[in-house]
């Protein structure tokens, strides 16, 4: 499958996107994966992207699709990608479309996760990660503890409330998503590409995308 997942922060798009690659074999791929990765390796992209980010910019927009293109043409992309988180803005959505036409790929889908805002305020709110960076284990307070003495029950690290899941980090983030992002769902309804998904169950939803793209 080749589909873009769109949805507020909380809605859940990480933890569909891990079903779906367990699902047929495509593989998830955010913007901030694909930025750590490039540096990580060293790439002239990564290096250029590395500059940004340390002095605390936005990587622009010409260099994150120069990178999102050399993943796209990693093997493992040919099986089928979920975009997680990407595009964030129209401009970002327009440059992927000439991309994917560069390529020769079309999409299958664009779905949007729709989770009302209580529902992820308290989510995130109630969220807490593995502090050891190449764990970052996600749990919750309420559905999946950590340990009783608040560590991690994989690699044994201290979990931590995140500084952008406080209940004001969040409501700013989410004012920010409807500013930029959520006009993505009319740029892709116009494009006939989108639909809608209205679940609190991950698994109700990763049957629905199947489904679509089947």
């Known amino acids: ?5 769109l949805g507020a922060p909380g809605a859940g798009k990480g933890t569909i996107a891990k079903q779906l690659t367990a699902n047929d074999g495509s593989v998830q791929i955010s913007t901030g994966d694909i930025l750590r990765g490039a540096v990580k390796a060293g790439s002239e992209l990564g290096k250029k992207a590395q500059g940004y980010m340390e002095r605390g910019d936005l990587v622009p927009d010409s260099l994150i699709m120069d990178i999102m293109e050399a993943r796209l043409r990693e093997p493992d992309a040919k099986k089928g990608f979920i975009l997680d988180g990407f595009p964030r803005t129209i401009p970002q959505a327009e440059a992927l479309k000439v991309l994917l036409q560069k390529l020769g790929i079309k999409l299958d889908t664009v779905v949007d996760i729709d989770v009302p805002r209580a529902v992820i305020l308290d989510r995130l709110t109630t969220r807490r ?10 749990y919750n307070v309420k559905s999946k503890p950590a340990s009783p003495e608040g560590k991690c029950l994989k ?6 409330q995140r500084a952008d899941e406080t ?22 309804r116009k494009e006939g590409l989108l639909k809608t998904v209205s679940s609190l169950s991950s698994d109700e939803i990763v049957k629905e995308i199947v489904r679509v793209v089947k």
């Open 167 to 188: 209940e004001e980090a969040i409501s700013i983030r989410l004012a920010t998503y409807n500013e930029k992002t959520a006009p993505l769902i009319d740029y892709y």
């Open 155 to 160: 690699c044994g690290s201290p979990v931590v």
């Open 129 to 138: 990660t593995c502090s050891n960076p190449d764990c970052q284990e996600i």
């Open 1 to 5: 499958m080749r589909i873009v997942l």
